[in-house]
């Protein structure tokens, strides 16, 4: 079965980049050629998808985040990563990788396995 | 983007109660839902895919049902493990967009 970890720091200055790295195991990124999200949930608050990548490098990505965010895969480490640019107090939240399905489309985001999430709190 | 309304936001209930929550969809998702239990601290987890597939390992008292716009979670007698909070996830077409969840507390 297949297991993710969020990695990264915890607290972010404003105006800098938000990184953090989601660690794979269980399953080889290259070999399964599923879509891989990022998604977020501020405190008390609902679920919201950051965007994602396939194994192949492709990428979608939200609307309201398109410009501040980029996610990239390494398939030789097994691992993905978000970069989140000029970040604020609204960035604050736990980020949550997430393994969607193997077909394009609808399954992109068929989410089955979570990580545990890791919280980021943006403040000076 | 496709928007995903949740009711009850919150509910009271006792061990061994049925429970059903609703979630409605702004345009219709044939059965492109799933539905995620979330307990404090942790990650969600899907309980429901293709809007009425139980995961596996998830308790038969966990059904689903719907299409198009209407679905339903229903929790058919309430355990102690159960009280957590529930939201509903579209995945029909970009973006994904989730339910505001609705929260089962004990009475």
């Known amino acids: 079965q297949v297991q993710l970890r969020e990695s990264g720091p915890g607290l972010v200055k404003p105006s800098q980049t938000l990184s953090l790295t989601c660690s794979v195991s269980?399953?080889?990124?290259?070999?399964?050629?599923?879509?891989w999200s990022w998604i977020r949930q501020p405190a008390g608050k609902g679920l919201e998808w950051i965007g994602r990548?396939?194994?192949?490098?492709?990428?979608s990505y939200s609307s309201p985040l398109k410009s501040r965010v980029s996610i990239s895969i390494d398939t030789s480490e097994n691992r993905f990563s978000l970069n989140l640019n000029s970040v604020t107090a609204a960035d604050t939240a736990i980020y949550y990788c997430?393994?969607?399905?193997?077909?394009?489309?609808?399954?992109?985001?068929?989410?089955?396995?979570w990580g545990p999430g890791t919280l980021v709190t943006v403040s000076s | 983007d496709i928007q995903m309304t949740q009711s009850p936001s919150s509910l009271s209930a006792s061990v061994g109660d049925r429970v059903t929550i609703t979630c409605r969809a702004s345009q219709g998702i044939r059965d492109d839902l799933g539905w995620y239990q979330q307990k404090p601290g942790k990650a969600p987890e899907r309980l429901i895919y293709d809007a009425f597939r139980l995961q596996g390992g998830v308790p038969s008292r966990f059904s689903g049902s719907g299409s198009g716009t209407e679905f339903t979670l229903t929790i058919s007698s309430l355990q102690p493990e159960d009280f957590a909070t529930y939201y509903c996830l579209q995945h029909n077409s970009y973006p994904p967009t989730f339910g505001q969840g609705t929260k089962v507390e004990i009475k």
């Open positions: 997430v393994k969607g399905g193997p077909v394009p489309g609808k399954y992109e985001y068929y989410f089955d396995f």
């Open positions: 990548v396939h194994s192949s490098g492709t990428t």
């Open positions: 269980g399953d080889s990124i290259r070999r399964g050629s599923y879509y």
